[in-house]
């Protein structure tokens, strides 16, 4: 599995509107500030978030982007998947793969499945709202003064 900076830039987004949930949309710019995020760039993942159904957009005055359901029905995993694709570390983990006669007998392959598993073990049970709870917490403890 590897994170592009798409990838990176998209849990980003999720992360901040999750964080923002119940209230009012947040603009693009807003976004692109929290994050360091290129305008363009991020024009372009709030387009494929929105596809993937986990943002929405509203027009207006008032307007912006807000997630399209609850922090904690979103999983990591399913971002993760969305943006950047399969997360098992080489192709023939997956269980339609054809491309290889010596599957059954590779030494390796059964390596990859227990890291692709473990992994998905990992980023599927993280929601957005832990996250945002994670978020918190680790804010508080940072802004402890004597």
Known sequence: M???YKGDYALKTILDLASHYGRSPVTIHVLAKH???PIKFLEQILLDLKRGGFVESRRGKIGGYLLAKAPSAIK???VIRFID???EPVLCVGRSYKGCNDINKCAFRGIWSKVAESTSKIIDNITFEDLVKK???FNLASNYQI
Request: proline fraction near 7%; charged fraction near 25%.
């Open 2 to 4: 590897r994170i592009t």
């Open 35 to 37: 994050a360091d995020i």
């Open 76 to 78: 990591l995993g399913d």
């Open 85 to 87: 694709g399969p997360i």
């Open 135 to 137: 978020n918190k917490s």
